[in-house]
């Protein structure tokens, strides 16, 4: 229902009078007589929509399947990073998140969860995250569990708990050596042969169990202190049968407020490579990568790589052709599906093996559409609430907020009146607010998006 229809107030054709309609009935006012404040017409049409939102029932989705839990566990870590966000947050307070969420409040919603995705802080620095990791995959095994870490304190007990669950496993590395490591990332000896041991060992267990597809995956921060380096990042990767590689541009030396790219040369190279790799290593590898700088001329690199033959690149990168030529990113998804499927795992689509946990998408009338409103639940160490990892959070949007009788109403939670609004919005083809080119926001026909990610 349009809310003009129950309230609006409008210029008639001669101008001189204001046609005000309430429920359908119709008043017309001299507006000489009658002076309007857009503020209080304003937020007397926001309650009716918020009414109408709240009231139409094609918005509500329960408590949902498939519920992608990204919990902010701890905020604190055992690396100080140079490019670090969260460390050069001065007199941050280390917290973990309250007990009585994770093993109490959301008790009622594991059995309908797809993924929990520890985030924010480095999960294996706390001896809580790992006991909470043992709970989730000794109770509820067919959660499947998506670590993301920088590897130092990756040792054999947590080796042991990613293999037994089938752990979807990310090193962020950021660096080739010890040198570039300590240039790029902490400028602290041993810690990159450190790192470097334990992500071999793990590798080396995996294929011991004859999991090598649950190879782990990738990322390295790159800013003016590593461009030179992204080649040859990507090459050891690729050595030791690494097939999911992401990078991110340093959105702390360039300011996502200025086009101002420090050592724009090699920033302009570096993106040219991971252009024309992400094309030539395409169901091979997946490459990706996030600028979140301004970059204007990006289009034209995309030009440029569009023109180039991949025999050209073929030769341009025949070392790295060499080494994946066998790859095939979806045997590697079926085999690992295969293995998911026989020890009870809940099961992803091709799209979310590529793509990750936080963007997941559905079909609504024939269109691809951020599922993130039903089903993605963000939730702070501190109880604060987001839907994706794009959306920030807000002070006001609290889990704790949706308390009654010491428990969580998750149905209230789920169907609340910002998560239908943006339900009705990304329907509608609106993702104002949210991050630009994200790959859940295309609003792609459905067929495509099946004929793309090989869905019958």
């Not at 973990?96 to 480095?122: C, S």
């Not at 700088?293 to 030009?303: D, F, G, L, Q, V």
């Not at 807000?394 to 789920?414: H, P, T």
């Amino acid at each position: 229902m349009k809310t003009d229809k129950i309230f609006s107030v409008k210029n008639d054709e001669r101008n001189t009078h204001k046609i005000i309609t309430v429920a359908g009935l119709k008043i017309k006012c001299k507006k000489d007589k009658i002076k309007f404040k857009n503020e209080k017409i304003n937020r007397l049409k926001q309650k009716i929509e918020n009414f109408i939102i709240m009231h139409d029932k094609s918005l509500d989705v329960g408590i949902p399947n498939n519920i992608v839990l990204q919990l902010c566990f701890n905020n604190d870590c055992n690396c100080k990073c140079n490019f670090c966000t969260i460390y050069h947050q001065q007199g941050l307070a280390s917290r973990i998140i309250n007990p009585d969420i994770v093993y109490k409040q959301l008790l009622p919603l594991y059995p309908k969860t797809l993924t929990i995705f520890p985030t924010y802080g480095e999960i294996t620095h706390r001896k809580e995250g790992y006991e909470y990791l043992k709970f989730i995959n000794e109770k509820y095994h067919h959660i499947n569990i998506h670590v993301e870490s920088n590897g130092i304190a990756f040792d054999e007990k947590w080796r042991k708990l990613a293999i037994d669950n089938l752990m979807s496993v990310n090193f962020s590395i950021n660096g080739i050596d010890e040198e570039s490591y300590r240039r790029t990332t902490w400028d602290k000896e041993g810690i990159f042969t450190r790192v470097q041991e334990n992500i071999k060992k793990y590798i080396e267990d995996l294929d011991k169990n004859n999991l090598s597809e649950f190879r782990p995956s990738f990322t390295c921060v790159l800013n003016s202190t590593n461009y030179q380096n992204t080649l040859q990042f990507i090459k050891n990767a690729l050595e030791l049968g690494i097939w999911k590689i992401c990078f991110y541009f340093d959105c702390r030396e360039n300011s996502v407020n200025s086009m101002q790219v420090k050592d724009k040369e090699n920033f302009e190279n570096s993106l040219m490579t991971l252009l024309e790799l992400e094309k030539l290593l395409l169901d091979k590898v997946r490459v990706g990568f996030r600028v979140y700088m301004p970059c204007k001329n990006i289009s034209e690199y995309e030009e440029k790589v569009a023109k180039m033959s991949i025999e050209d690149l073929k030769a341009k990168y025949s070392d790295i052709w060499e080494i994946v030529k066998d790859f095939d990113t979806y045997k590697i998804y079926q085999a690992k599906t295969q293995k998911r499927k026989e020890q009870g795992k809940a099961l992803y689509s091709y799209y979310i093996e590529m793509a990750g946990n936080c963007y997941n998408q559905h079909d609504y009338n024939g269109t691809m559409i951020c599922e993130n409103p039903d089903t993605h639940l963000r939730i702070r160490e501190d109880g604060r609430l987001a839907v994706c990892s794009f959306i920030g959070y807000k002070d006001s949007y609290n889990v704790y907020n949706f308390m009654e009788n010491g428990a969580i109403n998750w149905n209230k939670l789920f169907n609340d009146e910002y998560r239908r609004r943006l339900r009705r919005n990304f329907r509608k083809g609106n993702y104002k607010g949210c991050m630009k080119n994200c790959i859940a926001a295309r609003h792609i026909k459905t067929a495509d998006f099946k004929t793309m990610y090989k869905e019958s």
